[in-house]
């Protein structure tokens, strides 16, 4: 009866322990599925709140700063436009897009907007002026400018603008807000 006793009590352990590892190894398919359900729609606040402080720093020290636009080259169509149409269209910019970007409104269409600047901030002001290699480009992939650019900063800031471009502004947005509305209204007409 003892060894009867303890296989008993041996294979409920088992059963038990089995149990545990099971529910241990569900625990991240429930809090993907969770997070599914609940947080997806959550994800864009973080690079939208990012964003909207690095742009809108750069829009004010621009607004309270001199024009410094004469001294740089700007690829095309941007050299067609004068360097103080080019200082106000980018400090408008930046001051413009973080506030909506903050409110989730015309999420797509700002980042998009911001990535040229990027893009046109990177040709003009980070990029290296001169290389030879890959090896001497990648050196530009930095914080600060040693001498080989420094487009790490904006390069990031600019697959962040990215994926609020294909992904949108997500649930606390104005996006959002219209085109619940939107949708409501198409139902009901």
């Given at each position: 009866m003892n060894n009867l006793t303890t296989s008993h009590h041996g294979s409920r352990a088992a059963?038990?322990?089995?149990s545990g590892i099971e529910q241990v190894c569900a625990l991240p398919g429930k809090l993907s599925g969770w997070f599914d359900r609940n947080a997806y729609g959550l994800a864009p606040i973080f690079l939208r709140l990012l964003l909207t402080y690095e742009f809108g720093e750069a829009?004010?020290?621009?607004?309270?700063?001199?024009?410094?636009?004469?001294?740089?080259?700007?690829?095309?169509?941007?050299?067609?436009?004068?360097?103080?149409?080019?200082?106000?269209?980018a400090t408008g910019l930046e001051i413009i897009a973080p506030l909506a970007l903050i409110l989730g409104f015309m999420t797509r269409f700002f980042s998009a907007a911001l990535m040229v600047l990027t893009v046109v901030a990177i040709?003009?002001?980070?990029?290296?002026?001169?290389?030879?290699?890959?090896?001497?480009?990648?050196?530009?992939?930095?914080?600060?400018?040693?001498?080989?650019?420094?487009?790490?900063?904006?390069?990031?800031?600019?697959l962040m603008l990215a994926t609020l471009l294909f992904s949108g502004a997500g649930r606390l947005s104005v996006d959002a807000w219209l085109h619940f509305r939107l949708c409501q209204r198409l139902e009901h007409s």
């Open positions: 059963s038990l322990i089995s829009g004010l020290e621009k607004l309270k700063g001199e024009n410094w636009f004469a001294d740089v080259s700007f690829p095309f169509p941007f050299n067609l436009l004068t360097a103080d149409f080019n200082w106000t269209l040709a003009v002001v980070h990029w290296p002026a001169e290389w030879h290699t890959l090896t001497e480009l990648w050196k530009g992939y930095a914080i600060t400018d040693q001498g080989y650019g420094n487009f790490k900063l904006p390069l990031m800031y600019f």
